[in-house]
């Protein structure tokens, strides 16, 4: 049982780690880094080694857990911007880098190396000769020069054999890209173990319309309408919202005296935390202008009557859609609609359709 446990071990880490031939990344005419978030991870990590194989690309190395898969592999340097377009249409690209390196120069620098170990040996072969014809020094003098000096031929040439393998290695890589491709669990929320968050500090103000979608008089009006205070700290993008809203058209001292009137609820105050989500086919927030995205809301509410009657707080979620209108590094400016559901045996009168538009600025 224990060796079973042992061959499953090594099963596991061989499975998950795939370690090619050694490779020096000065020696490769390109190299090439692009780290791409995916939200569809696993379906394109194995379409990703699909393309490897029929592409024929050489893989030096493979890392992978449920987070990340790392590949590293050469390539002909052609291969560039068809590797680009397939990583493009996995998600979205965070990193993406190339860079080239001078083979020539050090093919040179080596043949440098080459000819001066050449003429160290040269050296040490005429210092042999005359050695051959000295006679003021001892025999034992001369045997341990000799010996010193064989040493030194032999790894003279030792180093000469590794210059040549080493010019050897360049004209073999010279046109082949080391490539190394980082694919990526996209995620909207941190969860201890990939961290894909863009951390912001953006407070703003954002201004509700809710139309009640079945208004019930005592209860609820027709519409509410209000500001509330939206702080951005996440560019995925997550919120919290603090907000009143009251009616469009509220009751007055007159109408008041109707005792039917006053069990109207005249203010919602909401707290709220909420998440947006990019499309993938739409750009993907990228652009500066018109970005499409859905959403959720949840939070709690406490409504008010216009008698002051102690009211309990419940629970109210939405779901909405939402066009970014302008955004840039420093200020975000976008409007949404959203189903408007407060989670209460009072749902049926007072859920509707929210109308916001936002503002927001880095602070």
């Known amino acids: 049982m224990k060796n079973r446990n042992l061959a499953l071990l090594f099963f596991l880490i061989f499975a998950t780690t795939t370690q090619g031939q050694y490779y020096n990344r000065g020696n490769y005419g390109t190299n090439k880094s692009v780290t791409v978030y995916s939200t569809k991870y696993t379906e394109h990590t194995t379409t990703f080694e699909k393309l490897i194989q029929s592409q024929n690309f050489k893989l030096l ?17 052609s291969k560039s911007f068809y590797l680009d377009s ?16 001078n083979i020539d120069e050090k093919r040179k620098n080596l043949q440098g190396q080459i000819e001066s170990q050449q003429q160290n040996i040269e050296n040490a072969q005429f210092t042999l000769q005359q050695n051959a014809q000295d006679t003021m020094r001892s025999t034992e003098r001369i045997s341990n020069s000799n ?46 173990n990939n961290q894909n968050i863009t951390w912001v500090n953006m407070p703003g103000v954002s201004y509700s319309y809710l139309m009640i979608e079945n208004p019930k008089v005592g209860l609820t009006h027709e519409a509410y309408a209000g500001m509330n205070l939206k702080y951005l700290f996440t560019r995925g ?26 069990s109207t609820k005249n203010d919602f105050f909401l707290v709220q935390f909420g998440q947006d ?15 499409l995205y859905s959403g959720y809301t949840v939070g709690a509410l406490i409504p008010n009557r216009y008698d002051d009657m102690p009211q ?13 209108l302008f955004k840039s590094k420093h200020v975000l400016i976008d409007t949404k609609a959203a189903y408007f559901l ?19 600025f880095v602070f």
């Open 147 to 192: 010996m010193q000096l064989q040493n030194n031929i032999r790894r003279f040439e030792q180093k000469i054999k590794e210059y040549e393998r080493n010019i050897e290695e360049l004209n073999q890589v010279k046109e082949l890209m080391l490539v190394n491709i980082y694919i990526k669990d996209e995620i909207s929320t941190p969860n201890g």
């Open 312 to 324: 309990k707080a419940s629970l109210v979620s939405s779901l909405n859609i939402g066009l970014e």
């Open 342 to 360: 407060p989670i209460n045996n009072e749902n049926r009168n007072t859920r509707g359709i929210m109308l916001t538009g936002a503002f927001n």
């Open 86 to 101: 397939i990583l493009s249409s996995y998600g979205y690209i965070t990193v993406s880098s190339m860079n080239k390196n």
């Open 237 to 262: 993008k997550s919120y919290i919202e603090l907000g009143v809203l009251k009616p469009i058209s509220p009751y007055s001292e007159i109408q008041l005296q109707d005792s039917a009137l006053t």
């Open 61 to 77: 190395e493979k890392t992978a857990n449920l987070y990340q898969t790392h590949y590293t592999f050469h390539v002909e340097s």
């Open 277 to 291: 989500f990019y499309t993938r086919h739409f750009g993907r927030g990228r652009r500066k202008y018109l970005n």
